[in-house]
């Protein structure tokens, strides 16, 4: 997010006020500034927590189903940055933090490969017992295994897939009951969950307020 504050019609401050902003010495400019973008940080935590977009509706949900909440560690690495002691920017201090937040913002998609899931959740040990993240993902797609007595199959249980198979032998089972091949990269879709941003008129009360406390 960020906040020009050269006089326009689009933006949120009125001429005066802006004209008084700029009036300010730039130091006191720039204090100003990263304290609107504090509070500004402040809200998008808030959405963030409550899974809730800047307009109050609900975050898309997850395409895998899970309940886990989204974003919940984007709030963190925020930071107000003020370039030339008039422009504030709400960003995140790494560069892919802050790519990844930009998708959920704006929604597109994304190519991921075998090697940056390897950077990011680290590479797995194939001989570890099945996950159980596996063992439900295995569950879902109708793995089955003998029965003790009689003839046929019945479903496995989470903890019998995690007795029996190693970690690279479920994701082998996996893919062949999804019907899907080992890939090295992939597209990602991702919903626009926009947690950033402000309406110009909260924007200006805002601002207003800073300005008066600063004048005091």
């Given at each position: 997010m960020?906040?020009?504050i ?60 899970r309940?886990?909440?989204?974003l ?21 201090k ?7 937040a ?33 063992s ?33 032998q ?5 893919r ?12 990602i ?25 600063a004048?005091?």
């Amino acid at each position: 997010m960020s906040l020009s504050i050269q006089p326009n019609k689009q933006q949120a401050l009125k001429l005066g006020q802006q004209l008084a902003l700029l009036a300010m010495p730039p130091k006191k400019r720039t204090r100003l500034l990263k304290q609107l973008g504090r509070i500004e940080r402040t809200k998008a935590r808030k959405r963030i927590r409550s899974q809730q977009t800047v307009e109050g509706a609900k975050f898309a949900p997850r395409k895998d189903g899970r309940k886990k909440k989204i974003l919940k560690k984007m709030g963190k690495t925020l930071e107000p940055y003020v370039i030339d002691a008039n422009r504030l920017e709400l960003k995140h201090k790494a560069a892919l933090t802050g790519r990844i937040a930009a998708l959920h913002q704006l929604g597109g998609s994304e190519k991921m490969t075998s090697g940056r899931m390897g950077k990011i959740h680290g590479k797995p040990d194939y001989d570890e017992p099945a996950s159980r993240t596996q063992s439900k993902a295995l569950v879902a797609a109708g793995y089955k295994v003998r029965k003790a007595k009689g003839k046929g199959f019945r479903r496995a249980s989470l903890r019998e897939i995690s007795a029996r198979l190693s970690q690279g032998q479920a994701g082998l089972i996996l893919r062949k009951l999804r019907g899907k091949t080992s890939r090295n990269s992939w597209d990602i879709e991702v919903d626009a969950r926009p947690f950033l941003g402000d309406t110009p008129a909260n924007v200006q009360n805002e601002l207003v307020k800073l300005m008066e406390q600063a004048r005091g």
